[in-house]
DNA sequence: TTGACACTTGAGAATGATTCCTACTTAATG
DNA sequence: CATTAAGTAGGAATCATTCTCAAGTGTCAA
């Protein structure tokens, strides 16, 4: 028991090294109470959890790290086009492809992606599924010759 | 031309009784500058358009109509995650069940769906792409209890 | 170990996205 | 055409997130 809490944070400590970040409690609880959520928590979240072990933190410390381990790649988000709505007139099923960069949509049509099965786990779960979609993350045209332009 | 026009009005015209929606010059112009847009428009760019027609109209009215649209099924959002930001501490590949209801994610082991290959489409377009993740959209067991119980 | 310096924290103000409220129109219906 | 339910503009209110700054802490070289 001790040993795993242990063993935790000497493995956080060494990815904060890695990734050039200092190690500060408050870090390690963040980054504790996300590993531990399986809910795919929202910062809001993480901070009442967070909370329990230090009273006294502020939301936007939380905000800070949450930001800084995305940026660093010790987090990652669900769904890149957080932060406004995003319309879509095209209802017949389809698929996308996103630019990680300048969050641009495609659309793919539904027929030029083999069919994918429901999986086994999703059932079991009760679970009802209506639809399915593939979202392929990438980087458009665009996007990469403005980054190879500065490098 | 004018014909594609008063068709274009007749089909919305007729959109709008089918949902029980009462039909306005303004939803008309909001409905048409989301399907004119092709880059899964925010209500934000929906509203700079709409002002071009309408210089009259208020962004509450734009935010309103659209939810409004959401919510009878004439137009749908490209992610059931906007409004704030979730976050993912599993960094290996995976897919998603989601609830549409409760808005739940869960995690579905990438073993247990087939590969999906990448479409042609999206090379010509000069993409580089990343990773691919399948988003399996439903209802999950508790809120389809819920549910029943209501009605 | 220690000191300098850069990075981090907490608190609150500021911003951006979205919803709510209200008084004034307008569309639908008979 | 009159009634009535629904929609509109405008602004205030709310929620999520970022910014600012003074005070505190981690890092690294000596």
Redesign the pocket.
């Given at each position: 028991m001790l040993d795993m809490r242990t063993q935790a944070l000497d493995n956080f400590r060494r990815r904060?090294k890695e990734h050039g970040?200092?190690?500060?409690?408050?870090?390690q609880v963040i980054y504790e109470a996300v590993v531990d959520s399986h809910e795919h928590p929202?910062?809001?979240l993480i901070y009442e959890q967070v909370r329990r072990r230090?009273p006294?933190?502020?939301?936007?410390?939380v905000?800070?790290?949450v930001?800084?381990f995305l940026d660093t790649g010790v987090l990652k988000e669900v769904t890149l086009h957080?932060?406004?709505?995003r319309l879509e007139s095209n209802m017949t099923p389809h698929h996308h492809l996103v630019c990680s960069s300048c969050k641009a949509i495609f659309d793919i049509d539904e027929s030029a992606v083999e069919p994918v099965h429901l999986p086994k786990s999703a059932l079991l779960k009760g679970f009802s599924i209506d639809q399915y979609r593939v979202e392929f993350v990438g980087e458009c045209k665009k996007c990469r010759a403005a980054r190879r332009h500065k490098s």
């Open positions: 904060c970040l200092a190690f500060t409690f408050q870090r929202t910062p809001e230090i006294s933190i502020s939301l936007g410390t905000y800070k790290n930001k800084t957080h932060g406004s709505l």
